[in-house]
């Protein structure tokens, strides 16, 4: 098995990642931290991993709602107006 398929192997996750819209972050779909411990055994490995993860899953963003967003958007709508 080449080292390519290998990476994707490593890489692919059930589901795909989503945008977690609090931390702004990926994460994968069932809400588990993306595993990133194979791209930091060495330089190496880390420059032939580079993008595997977005090329092989679906990234999924959504639409996110919390009073905090809420309020934030109406103070830089209210900066906008003229």
Do not use: H, P, W
Request: proline share 0%.
């Amino acid at each position: 098995m080449s080292s390519v398929c290998l990476f994707i192997s490593y890489a692919t996750v059930d589901g795909g990642y989503k945008c977690n819209a609090e931390t702004l972050k990926l994460v994968c779909a069932d809400g588990s931290r993306v595993d990133k411990s194979l791209v930091f055994t060495c330089k190496q490995v880390a420059e032939e991993m580079a993008g595997v993860g977005s090329r092989c899953n679906t990234l999924n963003f959504t639409t996110f709602y919390s009073d905090a967003t809420r309020l934030a958007g109406m103070l830089f709508g209210n900066t906008t107006k003229s």
